[in-house]
């Protein structure tokens, strides 16, 4: 899915506010993580993800896994060891009616 500037600066903006509903941690990403990862983006869309493992590296090296697992999903932003991501469900599309 391909969003334009104008797209991820709203969904930066109402990520701005958000918690990290997902976190992944010093074990790892697990397939429990994944699924749970999922079940967020399904319901929520817009999720924020806190990957507590090692240097830039290995959690650029998550992240690129978490990418590849939810390939519907889009990356908004990282910075630090936080992510947000973005994936449209068209059987709730009230929640982000702006973004197209």
């Known amino acids: 899915m391909e969003l334009t500037d104008a797209q991820r600066k709203h969904l930066k903006s109402l990520a701005h506010t958000l918690n990290p509903i997902v976190m992944v941690g010093q074990h790892g990403l697990k397939d429990t993580i994944l699924t749970e990862l999922d079940k967020a983006l399904e ?13 830039r590296e290995a959690r650029d090296e998550v992240l690129e896994a978490i990418l590849a697992h939810a390939s519907g999903a889009v990356l908004i932003q990282k910075i630090g060891n936080v992510a947000v991501l973005y994936q449209r469900n068209l059987e709730r599309p009230s929640l982000f009616h702006t973004v197209a």
Request: aromatic share 8%; proline share 0%; glycine share 8%.
């Open 43 to 55: 319901y929520h869309q817009l999720v924020k993800i806190k990957i507590s493992v090692g240097d």
